[in-house]
């Protein structure tokens, strides 16, 4: 059976997250609708991750299989660009082949937390604000020493249905991006729930100097997450990169 790959984007503001939800409005289940509509039979997806509430993606992979061969599929994504919302788009839609799985396949994940510290009209439903004191050099070394553990638990969401909270980090750091403005950009092969929101909450601590970076260690290996700093909104975290 043909499966195929779908490379898309969303705004995640209006959405409870990209699963399917079963009282709630999700990414899924609208390209699901929209895609089973123009090709006339019920059609599941399968995504890369899945996003939280609020949360959005510049790049996100999903597949789907198929009984035959689609001979256009330019013609499918232009047709379901018409049909999805306006803070749905599709990129681009291609064949794979039948191994390939667009959540198991992933070699990593990229997720970009946008933060400005002054108040911007234009900025305001995608970054969060933060103090224009805060020492983003210190969060830097913070962040730096993430790479010395594989255990996550400390900010993970609690009771979730994970084997295992093991990840491996391939990248974090914050860099300015204007005069104003910085983000966080993280890299793992794999995130559970949460836990980009509960670092960048737990980095901020440091960089407002409510605890120092020993600390911070300590509650990475107390591996409890009550012990790590809040979880910050998720109106300024986007997943930016899926790679194979």
Known sequence: ???????????????????????????????????????????????????????????????FNIENIIDN??????????????????????????DMHARFSAKSRTYQYFVCT?????????????????DFDLMNKAANKLFEYTDFTSFSKLHTDTRTNNCKIMQADWKQISEDSWVFTIQA????????????????DVGSHKINIDEFCHIVEQKNRCKAGMSV????????????
């Open 1 to 63: 059976m043909p499966r195929y790959f779908i490379k898309l984007a969303y705004n995640g503001s209006n959405y409870n997250g990209w699963q399917i939800q079963p009282n709630g409005n999700s990414v899924q289940a609208t390209i699901e609708k929209g895609i089973s509509i123009i090709l006339g039979k019920p059609i599941a997806i399968v995504g890369a991750g899945r996003t939280d509430t609020g949360v959005h993606a510049k790049e996100m992979i999903a597949h």
């Open 73 to 98: 599929t330019e013609e499918l994504r232009y047709k379901l660009n018409l049909i999805l919302p306006k803070d749905i788009a599709v990129y681009s839609i291609y064949i794979v082949t039948d």
């Open 118 to 134: 002054s108040k911007n009209v234009f900025k305001e439903n995608l970054s969060m604000r933060v103090p224009i004191d805060t």
């Open 189 to 204: 092969d794999r995130f559970l729930r949460n836990m980009v929101r509960a670092i960048v909450g737990t980095l901020l």
């Open 233 to 244: 909104p998720a109106k300024a975290l986007f997943l930016t990169k899926v790679e194979y």
